[in-house]
């Protein structure tokens, strides 16, 4: 699999042939009911300034559960955001990205809270879903039943993966081969080209200290063309746009997780301190978006740091020629 690329087509069915709900018997509950969403949108409010929708993910059953993190935030946040991407063919405006990062399965989140957070992702019905690592932790046994959720996955032009940190922990290998099984594509340093009539392409790089080669995982891409690059570490970034990938996403940081009034998170408060650990930012030509994702380390909270499933769009960003031409900004 190593640097092999493979194109995606649209003409390709949905790499997700699984029937809705259907999932292997380790999936489902202690008493053998089905994983199925009872009820998952416990509220819903759309901020049309924020762009952010907010969702409950488990029962009140499960909420009881000591394994489930807790969040005094409460849910997830489903963050909705246009990315206006320099050379995107127009075959591709409008593309949907989500994004789901940082499910850390384990002692403190649940498999119900995977499968859940896998229902939302296909209720948002994307073009593409990118996913950046750090599927479990601590132990080998949570693997196959989190590659089992994920493989639960739907979108158009399938399932992209990269590895994080905790995964190569674990057994990053046993991992990867999970995950394929799944027939989730897992990008070790290499990348693979997305047609609609043109290209987009998307690149994915193993983490940092396990690996990690960007110039093998753009090999083949040409110059100036419109680059996803999936990395679970944001410290790419540099990298990034010294090569000229059009957008990194990443995640890792969970933002922060712990966000105390007055104190701010282990990285600090200040704007500066929390550059490329949180939400959008650019460095030249370069954007990024670092995902809170969905579970926790180190202690089952999250304070003022809500999991997060990030909804991009994709747009071209178009030059003003004239008064009346629009220039396309990020929003």
Request: proline share 7%.
């Amino acid at each position: 699999m190593l640097g092999c690329p493979i194109a995606i087509h649209a003409s390709t069915p949905p790499l997700r042939t699984r029937p809705q709900g259907s999932f292997p018997e380790f999936a489902r509950g202690s008493a053998g009911e089905s994983p199925r969403i009872h009820g998952l949108v416990k509220h819903w409010s759309r901020s049309y300034r924020s762009g952010v929708e907010h969702y409950s993910l488990g029962s009140r059953a499960a909420a009881k559960d000591a394994q489930v993190a807790l969040s005094l935030d409460g849910g997830v946040e489903v963050t909705e955001r246009r990315i206006w991407v320099r050379r995107l063919p127009q075959a591709f405006r409008g593309f949907r990205i989500v994004h789901l990062t940082d499910i850390h399965h384990g002692l403190f989140l649940p498999l119900r809270a995977a499968i859940e957070a896998v229902e939302l992702a296909n209720q948002l019905e994307p073009d593409l879903v990118a996913l950046t690592g750090d599927f479990v932790t601590y132990s080998r046994s949570y693997i196959e039943p989190v590659a089992a959720a994920l493989g639960g996955l739907r979108a158009r032009y399938g399932v992209l993966a990269v590895l994080g940190n905790h995964d190569y922990r674990v057994g990053g290998e046993q991992m990867a081969r999970a995950l394929r099984r799944e027939r989730v594509e897992v990008l070790r340093n290499a990348n693979v080209p997305i047609h609609r009539g043109q290209s987009l392409y998307v690149a994915g790089i193993d983490d940092y200290g396990y690996g990690a080669d960007l110039p093998r995982a753009l090999r083949g891409i040409p110059p100036g063309a419109p680059t996803v690059l999936l990395a679970h570490n944001p410290r790419i970034i540099r990298r990034a746009a010294r090569n000229g990938v059009s957008l990194v996403l990443s995640g890792h940081t969970h933002g922060g997780q712990v966000n105390l009034p007055f104190v701010g998170t282990i990285y600090g408060r200040s704007p500066e301190q929390m550059r490329f650990k949180i939400g959008w930012d650019r460095l030249g030509p370069t954007q990024i978006y670092v995902s809170r994702g969905i579970g926790t380390v180190v202690l089952p909270l999250r304070v003022r740091c809500p999991a997060e499933i990030p909804h991009l769009e994709l747009q071209p960003h178009e030059i003003a020629r004239g008064p009346y031409s629009r220039l396309a900004a990020e929003s």
